[in-house]
Each structure stands twice: as structure tokens, then as C-alpha cells.
């Protein structure tokens, strides 16, 4: 026996396993009876829950005017982690202790606690949290720190003395919360810094488990927590760094990923912007949507899924391991993680100085234009509409849905008018560009005459003529911000999807583009109207 003793858990399992090296993992994983092994050695999970469950997700609290989303009790919140605790004193469970962010300044110590019969959701987890033993100069396990070994027959692994978590989730994937939706719950007590996780298997409901409490201790240190990916982009002898916001599954990853001159990659999926366009990123890996993954378009995540250290998650697969990218059978929300180390070129959050660009993605298909370009009070209030289609990744409810989720973030945990007054702060202080890029279609959905898709290519134009400032801008007659008249790369048949005005205009449909453009402007106006707290400043916009 060693002299110091294990970690002191908020729950009491029947037997606890810290933080098992990456292999050990991988090998429950695939002793999973619905897990197979890929052709590629990669673990490929299927799940009963395809998605993450936003219907049954509380915030814990006594006073729900704080928050805009739904709430429970505080004593409803410890009925209910009693009956998790009972459960869990019967289970054995893996613990997963890692940081949220790698800036030694900024870093959150942050704890997974799962049944070990879920051993594919600890390893995902595991791969996106900076190590628990991580010095701050590099990445992966190893003695950088001193480590306590357990010999008593309830612990194996290593595990830092000095580990000491501020945000913890407790996740039971197998225990029923009857009587909630879906009999599922994701309950969040912020104060505490617990999420606790009852009836899903979905990976996501883990990474957003911290991520979540995460926004809010972002915010009480004066910044804001972003839904974004990140890039480095080289422009002479410059680097122009570009914050990618957009709802899962609308082309946030894609974006970050696609290289023009040859950028990096820093983060996929959350950072921290602070008061002088300061950035911090928050995870070692990446979450990615796997649908329609094709090496041509996204080499890079596709290099990065495609080896035997993945996890893959509902992706499509034969009995010989050889998986289907485009079969959506079974749902288009399949997923993998994979570490940053397995991106060629990715860049680290700690090299940038401050945000250049901020890019607001929005998948629609009538008259947003491939992009436009925001003053102050445009960009607050665009980012509070937070406009887009839903797809497979907010399940059922919201896939192929117009929506309006203020931030594109629907993990934000306080009143949403916050996310939005805290943004237009923040521009105050950093010169930061910010545009709307539309990522789906112009002149209505698939198989209408006359629509356009605005491609991979075309965004990636773009977001290299918004780097290198090669775009000419003039302004929209109808919304008041500006729009793209030319853009290298964009060749000139396509000019209609940057101008949809013209594409309406050339086809004779300018009165269904009017009606378009009345309805959308009195429905944004609506929509920030039943924000309480929202500057005026912000809501009168889009008027």
C-alpha cells in the first residue's frame, strides 16, 4: 500500500478504475457487445440514443429567472443524485481526469466518472481532455508530474496527487430517470460544478457535460464561451486567426479543417474569447461528424478518423469492418474523436495573439448571401439570432428545421441576452471582423429550380479572400450590411449565390424575394424583442 490514499469521489462505486492507459480502454471498448472493430482497428460503438437530449437537460436551481433554459429544484436535483449514488454503489466505474484548456493560465481540472460498461465513452473522453498529468509544454501521459500509485484491490492506474477537479461529471448511461422525457436526464448544478448524466449513451452528452459548466466559469472571469472552431490562417508575413461559430453539423468542423494557405487548425468545437480578442482553447481532440466524409473535401479529418487510436460512433459499417461514410440507414449523426496530434499542421491556442475574423455560419437556402459582412451592432445582434437549419446532431426534434439558437449554443447555461451583450463588449475591445458565411444553399432547398448550393470550394474562397481582404464589399439595399460584388476564386457564374437579390432578380421571382425579406426582417425583430436584458442597441439592428 502506498501512503496517500485514493482520490475522494463524490460517489461510492463498487470498484473504481483511475484513469487506464489509452490501451486498456480500447480494449473494453471492444469487448462491448455493440461494439465492432473497424478494418482500420478503430472501435465503432452503436448507441441507443442517436443524439444529444436537449429536452431533458435542468439547470438546478432556486431562482430560474437567471436562466433561459428549463430548470429543476435544487432538492429535486439531490433526490435524484441519491438514487445515481445508490445505483453506482453497485457498478464498477471508470474515473477519466483531465484539464478543459492547455493555457496554464486558463486550464479547468475537469473529471469523468462512467460505468465501466460504457468504456468507449471514457476513452472519447479521455482523448479530448489535456491529460491529467499534462505539464503545459506538450501533450500525452507520462511522469511530468508526481503520480500515486493504487495497489488496493478497488483502484489500478496512476493518478496525480495534485489533481484536483472544479468541474465533475457523473454519467450512469444505463440507469433509467423515469418519469423525466425519453426517461432521460442531464441534470446541472452549476454551483457545484456536477453534471449528472442518466440513460444515454451518446457521447456528446459527456463533452458537453463540462463544456456546459465551462461557458459559465468563462463568463465570470469577464469572457465568453463560443460554440466555434478556430484556424490559423498565414497571410504574408502574418497570421490571421478566424473564430468558425455554427451549430453542430452545419459545417463548423469542415470549415476549421479546410486549409487555405495552408492554415492550422487550433480547436474544433469551443474556445474562450476574452477582452482584447484573447483566445483559449479547450479540448486535445476533435468530436467530428462523420456523414458524408469524403477524402477529397476534408483529407484531414478523414486522415484523423481513419486510424486504429480512433473512436467511431454510429458510423455505418459491413461485418468485415470496412465502414460507409454516406449510409445514413441507421442516422446521418454519426461521429469520431481523434486527438489533435493526429492533424498534420494543427496549431496551438497558446501561439495566438488575439482573433482577427469571426465567421457566424448559417445553413439556410432562400436569400442569406454566401456571406456578409457586420458592423458592431450587426454582429451582436446576427450571433443572438443565431440562425441556421437543424440537423441529425439536435436528434429528430430539430433536424431539417429552421432555427434560432441564440450563439448557435444551445450548451450556454445562464439568460441568452448575455451571451449577446457580452459579445458587443467585448468587440469594444479588440478590432475584430465579423461576418455571417451561409453554408447551405441560395434560391430555396434541393431540387428547386433555380437553387443554388454554396459548396466546400466556394466557402473556402471566402474565407481565404476574408484573410488575405481581397473580397470587394458593397451594401445589401435590403438588410444594411455589406455583401461580396467579387472574390477570387468564385467564378462568375456563381456570383449569384453572394448577391441573392440578383439570382431572385435574373429568374423573375423578386416578388417571392420581397415577401422573403418582409417576413424575415419582422421575425428577427420578434425574436429579439422576448429577450429581457438585450440591449436596445442590438435588437434595433435588424430593424
Known amino acids: 500500500m502506498t501512503e496517500s490514499a485514493a482520490p475522494k469521489l463524490p460517489v461510492s462505486p463498487k470498484m473504481t478504475y483511475f484513469n487506464p492507459e489509452p490501451a486498456e480502454l480500447k480494449a473494453w471498448a ?84 462512467i460505468e465501466k460498461a460504457n468504456a468507449n465513452i471514457a476513452g472519447m473522453q479521455q482523448q479530448l481532455y489535456y491529460p491529467f498529468d499534462f505539464d503545459g509544454q506538450g501533450a500525452g501521459y507520462g511522469n511530468q508530474v508526481k503520480l500515486t500509485e493504487f495497489e488496493n484491490e478497488s483502484a489500478r492506474g496512476t493518478y496525480a496527487e495534485s489533481f484536483k477537479p472544479e468541474l465533475t461529471v457523473i454519467y450512469t448511461p444505463n440507469l433509467k430517470a423515469e418519469g423525466c422525457p425519453d426517461d432521460r436526464l442531464i441534470a446541472v448544478d452549476l454551483e457545484a460544478g456536477v453534471t449528472r448524466v442518466f440513460n444515454s449513451d451518446y457521447f456528446g452528452e459527456s463533452k458537453k457535460g463540462g463544456l456546459r459548466m465551462w461557458n459559465k466559469l468563462v463568463y465570470d472571469r469577464g469572457g465568453l464561451s463560443l460554440h466555434a472552431g478556430s484556424k490559423i490562417i498565414p497571410v504574408g508575413d502574418q497570421n490571421k486567426v478566424a473564430l468558425i461559430i455554427g451549430l453542430s453539423g452545419t459545417g463548423k468542423t469542415t470549415t476549421t479543417f479546410t486549409s487555405q494557405n495552408e492554415s492550422k487548425p487550433v480547436q474544433d468545437d469551443f474556445v474562450a474569447l476574452m477582452p482584447g480578442g484573447k483566445v ?67 496549431g496551438d491556442a497558446r501561439e495566438i495573439e488575439h482573433a482577427d475574423v469571426m465567421l457566424i455560419l448559417n445553413r439556410n437556402e432562400d436569400i442569406i448571401p454566401g456571406v456578409a459582412k457586420l458592423d458592431a451592432a450587426q454582429a451582436a445582434a446576427y450571433f443572438m439570432l443565431g440562425e441556421t437549419k437543424g440537423t441529425a446532431a439536435g436528434g429528430a426534434a430539430e433536424e431539417g428545421k429552421s432555427l434560432r439558437v441564440p450563439g448557435t449554443n444551445p450548451f450556454f447555461p445562464l439568460q441568452h441576452a448575455q451571451q449577446a451583450n457580452r459579445l458587443r463588449e467585448l468587440l469594444e475591445t479588440c478590432p475584430l471582423e465579423v461576418y455571417v458565411l451561409n453554408t447551405g444553399r441560395v434560391g430555396g432547398p434541393e431540387g428547386k429550380d433555380g437553387s443554388k448550393k454554396v459548396k466546400i470550394p466556394h466557402s473556402s474562397a471566402i474565407v481565404k479572400g476574408i484573410a488575405e481582404g481581397t473580397i470587394q464589399w458593397t451594401e445589401d439595399a435590403d438588410f444594411g450590411y455589406q455583401v461580396a460584388s467579387a472574390i477570387p476564386g468564385v467564378e462568375d457564374k456563381d456570383l449569384d449565390i453572394l448577391q441573392p437579390r440578383k439570382l431572385y432578380e435574373a429568374q423573375g421571382r423578386m416578388d417571392e424575394y420581397n415577401k422573403k425579406v418582409a417576413t424575415l426582417k419582422q421575425e428577427r425583430t420578434e425574436f429579439l424583442a422576448k429577450w429581457k436584458g438585450l440591449e436596445s442597441t442590438i435588437a434595433d439592428a435588424v430593424k
Open 280 to 346: 483559449y482553447s479547450t479540448e486535445n481532440g476533435c468530436f467530428a461528424k462523420t456523414y458524408g466524409l469524403d477524402p477529397d473535401f476534408e483529407p484531414a479529418i478523414y486522415n484523423a478518423v481513419n486510424q486504429p487510436e480512433a473512436y467511431l460512433e454510429n458510423v455505418s459499417a459491413n461485418d468485415a469492418g470496412k465502414v460507409d461514410y454516406f449510409d445514413e440507414s441507421y442516422t446521418k449523426n454519426g461521429r469520431a474523436t481523434f486527438t489533435m496530434n493526429k492533424v498534420a499542421g494543427a
Open 30 to 113: 471492444l469487448e462491448m457487445p455493440n461494439a465492432k472493430q473497424t478494418d482500420f482497428g478503430a472501435p465503432n460503438v452503436t448507441t441507443r440514443v442517436l443524439a444529444r437530449s436537449k429536452g431533458s437537460t435542468y439547470i438546478a436551481t432556486d431562482d430560474p429567472s437567471k436562466h433561459s433554459d428549463q430548470c429543476m429544484s435544487k432538492a429535486d436535483f439531490a433526490a435524484w443524485s441519491k438514487k445515481q449514488n445508490d445505483y453506482i454503489a453497485d457498478k464498477e466505474m471508470v474515473v477519466i481526469d483531465g484539464y478543459i484548456g492547455n493555457d496554464a493560465a486558463f486550464r479547468t481540472p475537469t473529471r469523468l466518472i
